[in-house]
């Protein structure tokens, strides 16, 4: 079982509508969670941070998280295209010492 | 703010050979990780100092790769000898502290590498 699991995509919504995507982790003791944002030949960009059960809105993005299910989710919402990219699920594992990535979900809002 | 710097680039080499790529951390950041990305992957932790300590490399092939940090500010990862399967991104990163304070890396602009 891999570390942290997302669903590759690509996930393609139309301007205009909300963006979710999911990811889970098969550490129980993790405590910290993040996404990640990443266009097309650069680097990944921190966006959202959360460490409590619950929803934790920014702007047009609201992590939630459910450490019950080992779930994390991104919404995004009023999806622009500029929102094309893809999304990095990251948790603290091994003790709190490491940050590991899931392996992505591509997003695609198309006009 | 200066951002962390990489360097080369780019660069391509044949198997067997060796490459060595730089990383220049933010300034006053105490931890630096080297990361590996393979098109269509998540980044792979390879490994992570705190200051010019090594805290964890359980995932650095140590046969062939091998990592630095001289002073506790730059950063050198080599791989000798190349494989093809080593075809990827190296991204550098750095974070004021440890990964669990702030979760908020810092990504260079990585160093893409092809094996042929």
């Known amino acids: 079982q891999k570390e942290v699991e997302q669903n590759s995509g690509p996930l393609s919504v139309p301007e205009g509508a909300i963006a979710s995507l999911n990811c889970t982790y098969s550490?129980?003791?993790?405590?910290?969670f993040f996404w990640y944002r990443q266009y097309s030949g650069k680097s990944p960009e921190l966006i959202m941070s959360?460490?409590?059960?619950g929803d934790k809105e920014d702007g047009r993005f609201t992590a939630q998280l459910n450490k019950a299910s080992q779930y994390v989710s991104l919404l995004i919402r009023d999806s622009q295209p500029s929102d094309s990219a893809t999304y990095l699920c990251?948790?603290?594992?091994?003790?709190?010492?490491?940050?590991?990535f899931g392996t992505g979900t591509q997003l695609k809002v198309e006009l | 703010e200066a951002g962390v710097a990489q360097s080369p680039r780019y660069k391509i080499i044949e198997k067997r050979q060796s490459v060595a790529f730089w990383c220049n951390p933010i300034?006053?950041?105490?931890?630096l990780y080297w990361y590996q990305q393979i098109l269509g992957q998540g980044p792979k932790l390879l490994i992570q100092?705190?200051?010019?300590?090594?805290?964890?490399d359980s995932q650095l092939p140590k046969d062939r790769f091998s990592a630095e940090r001289l002073k506790g500010v730059d950063s050198t990862l080599k791989i000798q000898p190349a494989k093809l399967e080593d075809s990827a991104v190296y991204l550098c990163?750095?974070?004021?502290?440890?990964?669990?304070?702030?979760?908020?890396?810092?990504f260079g602009e990585g160093s893409r590498l092809t094996v042929l």
């Open positions: 550490d129980r003791v993790s405590q910290s």
């Open positions: 100092f705190q200051n010019n300590g090594v805290v964890d």
């Open positions: 300034s006053g950041h105490a931890t």
């Open positions: 990251a948790v603290i594992t091994g003790g709190g010492n490491k940050l590991t």
């Open positions: 959360i460490y409590s059960n």
């Open positions: 990163a750095s974070s004021l502290r440890l990964a669990e304070n702030t979760g908020e890396l810092f």
